[in-house]
């Protein structure tokens, strides 16, 4: 069996002193990506067949409003294709040996390997990422390949044989616990069936890599669905299917179909041929599929991450250098469009002022502007929908709290949408406290003692990631007794709620941040793609 280890890109080469063939690495990528990637007409994929629809959608990078491509919008109609061609596919796919289902994923991390700085380019040029949290995520993409495929290796393909010894007794009739034969018995994890996979646009490789690999490892076919409306990434969405297909992944087994929620998503959930689905979004999304599809009278299998509203606290006995450098990165990496992002904080009263000055020094210091520059660190929003979130959540702040520092649009000179990462001083009880946001705004809000903290963090209907920064024993403990959130880390310099790593966190959520109670990246992720059965044969 083979071991497992992550792809820790950047590492490597820092820790080789590589740091400028890494550069040189990406740059070059970007170059031959608007070279000969960018600009083109990209069809859907059903049935392994290149699909036109009567209509197309252009796609512009956030970064400076440079075309990306022209992609297909798909039908309602399209989508039925899809799911009739996964629906075929699923008795044979389900039933190649688990072993030759490995080898597929296997080589599909090793062709992200080979590609793995034009990916990456292209992410970042898609939706605006630097080029750490890019190459980041195609290492994530990568582990996720490796990682399922190992977990599904060292399971044996999930089959466990049990067996039960025989009597020599009779009796004239069964009973519960009545004497028998010998009986062998397999407990078996089997497949659903055709799954529909709903892609985010902040991690459109690793997250839909995971998702789908997931689902298709186990034994199931996809409908994927790249996110096509207000938030495009269409792109890396493609590239996922031409990897998994160069592989070895049969016709129909995966079927790429860009398009509107209201129908290619709605088909989805609407199909009673569809025995999943697979989400990372918003509450609101999501509780609306599950609705829908429950309502028809209908069941299907929900394995959803529905965001998060993410605490730190910070007490009087932290290293407030560690506690800065960890919330800044968390709460204005990538512009905080994560669910995992930072985006409110407790502080001790008695050091409050210090760390809100340090911590906006901080911010202060971020770089804004073309995140392909390696010297910028907060890139473009993703749409104007985030922008106006952005303003209406300043305009609040100003008009009941306090702004530290940023609340400005930043005129860089390109065509994105650039803002400023935001403190905001403000009362726990302001709905800015409350509400997922998705921009570079940060809450701070100040505490008397360490319960009241823990009760602050835990009022919110979310509960994913959160993070401590103290050095007290018994607030450690605290917090990882009563804190409600999925993943915890305390004392993490290098993210404060954020940079979850596969195989060693499992990233999961609690209350309405998932549904399912089990993590991504983790031993028991799998699992969730498959039922149980037992079979037992009388000898």
Known sequence: ???????????????????????????????????????????????????????????????????????????????????????????????????????????????????????????????????????????????????????????????????????????????????????????VMKPYGVFGVIAPFNFPISISTGMSTGALITGNTVVFKPSSTDNMTMLTGLYIYRILKEAGIPDGVFNYVSGPGSEVGDELVSSSKVSGIVFTGSKKTGLSMMAKTFGMGMHKTFVVELGGKDPSIVSKTADLEAAVEGIAGSAFGYSGQKCSACSRVYVQESVKEEFISKLAEKARSFRIGNPLSKDNYIGPLISTFALERFKSAVEEARAHGRVVCGGNIVDTGLQGLYVEPTIVEIDHSNRLFHEELFVPFLVVDSYKDFGEAVRKANDTEYGLTAGLYSKSRSEIKEFFGKVQSGVMYCNRGIGATTGAIVGAHAFVGWKSSGTTGKGTGSRFYLQQFMQEQSQAVVK
């Open 1 to 187: 069996m083979k071991g497992f280890s992550n792809e820790s890109t950047y590492i490597k080469f820092l820790d080789n002193g590589e740091e400028q063939r890494f550069d040189a690495l990406f740059d070059g990528a970007v170059e031959k990506a608007r070279r000969e990637v960018f600009g083109k007409r990209f069809p859907l994929y059903i049935n392994g067949k290149e699909i036109f629809s009567s209509t197309e959608i252009e796609e512009r990078s956030p970064i400076d409003g440079s075309l990306i491509g022209r992609f297909q919008l798909g039908s309602r109609d399209h989508a039925k294709a899809a799911v009739e061609a996964a629906y075929a596919a699923f008795e044979p796919w389900s039933g190649t040996d688990y072993r030759e289902r490995i080898a597929i994923f296997r080589k599909a991390a090793q062709l992200f390997r080979q590609q793995k700085f034009l990916v990456a380019a292209i992410l970042s040029i898609e939706n605006g990422k630097t080029r750490y949290e890019s190459v980041g995520e195609v290492d994530e993409a990568i582990d996720f390949l490796d990682y399922y495929s190992m977990q599904m290796e060292k399971n044996k393909g999930y089959r466990i044989k049990n067996r039960i010894a025989g009597s020599a007794s009779r009796v004239a009739a069964g009973f519960q616990g009545a004497p028998g034969r010998g009986e062998e018995i397999s407990l």
